[in-house]
């Protein structure tokens, strides 16, 4: 049997949602040898990293083998961002976006410099030749060695190597439900090799074993998360909590979000973030549905800075309950605020369809005026809604409302938008009701250090 | 319509959108290209990864369905909600507060130890307590204790033993295996810890260290450079505002525990007033050492009398102590008195200020609450404390600013009285205060040599052993008097008794609630004390009278010469010369003489009472009237700084001046208070009517509470006219000649002040033609 390397690329079998077999090309980015038999670590091309996984040889095609070429197929690729790994192609693409996300396009330089590598480097050799990356960049575009200090998502490339690409827990036991991360999280490293870890359901506690997880439940009398109820309404709660003044769970929160939200960084402290975590109550505690994080001063109109609805919770309309709570937060801040970017790919789906309920809602609402056609502005439209107004005009865009029609702009609203808008709004029970919020912001540019 | 040509406008924010539904524009669809005007948004994701599969298909599927199908959701991994053993492992139930749960900020730390114990931890416990009892609780915190002492070496056997504290046995066998199972461990710790981030930088790439803490340096953009200047101070500049921060707070520290000294202090009286400690015997055994040198810190000249007055009033304002009335009151007094000279006094008070301020405000509480225990006991020494004080005498020849020039002496410290300070804090109802404060540090006193209860006083020894009653005003003045008649009248001389029938009833405030009767009672009943001379000396009467512990010898001697020299109102020149007060008395004669001149109509100025007695008429009357209003001035003013007054040895004057004296009766005190006001008027303003100005203000603000200050204003004044006319002096006249020539600024002031008057005053006061009624008594004399 030929040796299957990293780098190497072949069509794996996998299950679909339909349950049918599938093919998709993929790419071996590690291979591990357990007592009989090898596993093999995939990446399907054009999926999520989330769906990469441990395979046996059984899945793999071997016909259809592609040797990695050369140059492109060095462990090196592995650091970089994106929840691909990458083609040869597209590495330089991926090189050029590694830094910070809000730096999209950058130089390639260190790209040239990965490229001089011939063969796999040893990790090590990696490390010191990213360094020097970063370094060429410093003096590039004065991007500084260590991430920036603000935002949580932050793609910071000391994470971008072939131990942040793969998933390194495997299960994690919450409460009632066993979750399968989509993404690495550090958690300590003695820990990843268990079957399972198991997390205390209120504190977030991270114990190796269930009976560590028995023991910990007689010390830990916590129902519901460490912070103040901001928000109750029947079972729906929302907790605040200080980054700062709750270091543990923030921490705990932090690595287990980590498990489910790719571009999120760890590298630095909570203390500037706030927590909102959403509970749902029974008579055992309030549970952790899903939460979001948020800069306590954001210099970029951030209103959210992670945000998860947690798998067993997903697609049930409490994403968009997390979403329109924040912008709740921001309508009593009076500001528009946005998500942190970028965005993943299930983030732009649910905020996509919460903008397009939102301004749908607003505009369907308006009623003609004196006989008067309706009308409304874009900034009414963010003001309304806290929206920022860049996301409105690029939700009307998305829905195609907007048209130039006789000299001006207008917004048509068609059949199917608006009976999509009504099918939706239909199936969405769960809403935020103001008044059941008790926030007061807090300016925390008048602390000290937040 | 033609597409291409012409060029849409941006798509404006703030432009109204009408709305349309695609039915009402049956011809939209000609248009729709020129959608590209509006710029494309992006979507925020990363630009791989919008390229997914299974994202594109989710997409596409809604925008061609509108909502999600089912099979066109992006596939996670799966999760499982069905663990069966949740509500074994989860016990208990909890039941949903009514209230919203809101954690405490701080606390909540159970102690309770971070480590779990496993099942291999089971095993061993169980073999243990085949032997002995141990609970897991106690086990894992044993083990606890035992990794978070090792954090950079395993503990040893006999740093667990010390750490421990735990049966030999148990700890032997518990420390055995965890070394063991340490040794075991792939992680650093049996608890399991995020890898915390080395400071040497080399942890930078580690994906398992999470959470490190953000270093202060600012992110700056290269092409701004000034950023990090800028940056830098910022930083700076912070650093500077909290120590800014640190100062105010150890200010507000000091502050504090200021007041926490007066209200030890105050304890400190209550106890020794309910242990009857009136002699200071028990305060002086326990704080000999303390008491050794009594501090009285307030040495104020005559000269400086109106100096003074500024300082008291601003120090009231920056003290804030009571928050009475009476401060504002005072307060705005300065301001009404002098317009014009205002700035300078404050000016200088601030470079004053730090030679009064070291120790000061303590010491005054101490030493005030002090002399009001011991009324009687006096302290000899005190003078001594301040041998360098000079006399303010040669300042006044060489004053351009006229007599009333204040010049700092070196090695002299200056104090100012503080009202209220005291009173306010003890008491909070004004009006109380006045009377019952006074109550509290004076005592009712009686002299020997003109029979009479001279009303609130309380005594000290000045220099040479002369005894010297500071003596207050009160609402009770009145009733006093009535208190004399009765008591005493047999011994009275009569034409004083004459006298003071007219008194009373312009003393009695409309306001005092006390009536001789209650008075006698009170002083019966020994809630009030009341001394009284020995019949010793003179013909004092009704000795034993109230049953009061009875002023000791010295007092009573020192009682009586006072009461000589001021027996009659003759005799003042005598009490000056043996004070030796020649400053005092010249200024006293300059005032007066000032006062001379001061226009007629002025005489109506002085408060009702006043104007009352002296339009009355006999000297005498107007005299014992006004000493007693002016010693209740001076005991408003003077009661707190009263203590540090006797210390000017070189200005006797002062003393008097500031109340000490008034007992003396009519003469000196007297003199010394108008002067002082007078001074403080005069300095300011420039202007004669000097005693006029600082009453001004007092009257305008007159207001129940701030009766008895009013009365001493108007007190003071009178009683200085009087003493001029007694005798003028040289110094007198010098005074009157520079009244003069600062007279062409009076007319300025009068208007103002007597405007004010109008406002605050009862019709009758208005009537005065401001400063000029000052004056008045001189002419009458």
Known sequence: MVDVVEGCRLPVLRKNQENEDEWPLAEILSVKEIPGRKLYYVHYIDFNKR????????????????????????????????????????????????????????????????????????????????????????????????????????????????????????????????????????????????????????????????????????????????????????????????????????????????????????YYDTDPFLFYVMTEYDSKGFHIVGYFSKEKESTEDYNVACILTLPPYQRRGYG????????????????????????????????????????????????????????????????????????????LQYLNLINYYKGQYILTLSEDIVEGHERAMQKRHLRIDSKCLHFTPKDWSKRGKW | ???????????????????????????????????????????????????????????????????????????????????TYYDRLYKGELRIPKQLFHIQPLGLDNEQPDYDMDSEDETLLNRLNRKMEIKPIQFETMVDRLEKASTNQMVTITEAKLLLNEDDYLLKAVYDYWVRKRKNCRGPSLIPLIKLEKRDGSTNNDAYVAFRRRTEKMQTRKNRKNDEASYE????????????????????????????????????????????????????????????????????????????????????????????????????????????????????????????RPGRPAKRQHIVNKADIKQY????????????????????????????????????????????????????????????????????????????????????????????????????DGVLKQLDSGVFSSSFPKDLSDHQVPTQNHRTMPGSASSLTDLLSNIQALRWRFFRPRSTQGDASGEGRTGRPSMDNRLSGGL???????????????????????????QKQQLAQLQLKAPPPQQHFSLPERQNTRTAGSTDCIISKTLDSVGAHFAASAVISAPGQVNNENKPDNTSVNGVVQPLGTSRPPHSTSTSQGGTGLDRSGRTPSSGGPLLPASHSTTPQSLPNHRGHGSAVSPAHHHHNARPSPSSLKLATMATSSLDRVPKVTPAISSMARDNHEPERLALNGISETTVPMEVT
């Open chain 1, 320 to 395: 968009k309950l997390l979403i329109e709570f924040s912008y709740e937060l921001s309508k009593v801040e009076g500001k528009t605020g946005t998500p942190e970017k970028p965005l993943s790919d299930l983030g732009l789906l649910s905020y996509r369809s919460y903008w397009s309920q939102t301004i749908l809602e607003i505009l369907m609402d308006l009623k003609p005026d004196n006989g008067e056609r309706p009308q409304i502005t874009i900034n009414d439209i963010s003001e309304i809604t806290s929206v920022k107004k860049e996301d409105v005009i690029s939700t």
């Open chain 1, 51 to 266: 769906l990469d996984e441990w395979v046996t040889p059984d899945r793999l095609d071997m016909k259809k083998l592609q040797f990695p070429k050369k140059e492109a197929k060095t462990p090196t690729k592995n650091g970089l961002p994106g929840s691909r790994p990458s083609s040869p192609e597209s590495e330089v693409v991926r090189v050029a976006g590694a830094g910070p996300q809000h730096t999209p396009s950058r130089p390639p330089q260190p790209q040239a410099q990965q490229k001089s590598i011939p063969t796999k480097t040893s990790l090590p050799d990696f490390q010191v030749l990213q360094q020097q990356a970063q370094d060429s960049q410093d003096s590039s575009d004065g991007i500084p060695s260590t991430p920036r200090m603000t935002g949580s998502l932050v793609s910071d490339r000391s994470h971008d190597d072939i131990v942040t690409r793969m998933k390194n827990i495997d299960c994690i036991e919450l409460g009632r439900h066993r979750l399968k991360p989509w993404y690495f999280s550090p958690y300590p490293q003695e820990l990843t090799t268990l079957p399972i870890l198991y997390l205390c359901e209120f504190c977030l506690k991270y114990l190796k074993s269930l009976k560590c997880l028995q023991r910990h439940l007689t010390k830990c009398n916590l129902r519901h998360p460490p912070g103040n109820e901001i928000y109750r309404k029947g079972t729906i709660s929302f907790f605040e909590i200080d980054g700062r003044k709750n270091k543990t769970y923030s921490q705990n929160l932090c690595l287990l979000a980590k498990c489910f939200l790719d571009h999120k960084t760890l």
């Open chain 2, 377 to 476: 006991d006096f302290h000899s020494s005190g003078e001594e404390d301040y041998p360098l004080s000079p006399s303010s005498e040669p300042d006044e020849e060489n004053d351009p600013d006229g007599t009333f020039a204040f010049r700092r002496k070196a090695g002299c410290h200056y104090l100012a009285p503080c009202l209220d300070q005291t009173s306010g804090l003890l008491w909070d109802h004004p009006e109380l205060a006045g009377l019952d404060a006074l109550r509290h540090r004076q005592s009712l006193t009686a002299l020997s040599v003109p029979q009479r209860c001279v009303g609130l006083a309380r005594r000290r020894v000045g220099r040479g052993g002369r005894v010297l009653l500071d003596r207050a005003s009160s609402d009770l």
């Open chain 2, 1 to 83: 319509m033609s597409k291409l040509s012409f060029r849409a406008r941006a798509l404006d924010a703030a432009k109204p959108l009408p709305i349309y539904r695609n039915k009402d524009l049956p011809d939209l669809n000609d248009c729709v290209s020129i959608n590209r005007a509006v710029p494309q948004m992006p979507t925020g994701m990363e630009k791989e990864e919008e390229s997914e599969h299974h994202l594109q298909r989710a997409i596409s599927a809604q925008s061609v369905f509108r909502e999600k199908k089912e099979n066109m959701v992006i596939p996670v991994p799966e999760a499982e909600s069905n663990i």
């Open chain 2, 560 to 586: 009586f010469v006072h009461t000589k020299n001021s027996g009659s109102g003759g005799i003042t020149e005598e009490q000056y010369q043996v004070h030796q007060q020649a400053l005092a008395q010249m």
């Open chain 2, 233 to 356: 101070k910022t930083l700076k500049l912070r650093r500077e505002f909290s120590r800014t921060v640190t100062i105010l707070e150890m200010i507000k520290r000091r502050e504090k525990s200021k007041r926490e000294l007066l209200h030890l202090t105050l304890e400190v009286v209550e106890k020794r007033y309910q242990m009857g400690d009136f002699t200071g015997e028990v305060l002086s055994e326990v704080t000999a050492p303390l008491a050794e040198k009594p501090v009285y810190t307030v040495p104020i000249t005559v000269t400086n009398g109106n100096r003074h007055n500024h300082k008291a009033e601003i120090k009231i304002k920056t003290h804030k102590s009571g928050g009475l009335p009476y401060h504002g009151y005072h307060h705005v007094s300065v301001k009404d008195e002098d317009p014009f000279d205002f700035v300078r006094p404050k000016k200088k008070y601030t470079r004053r200020e730090p030679l009064c």
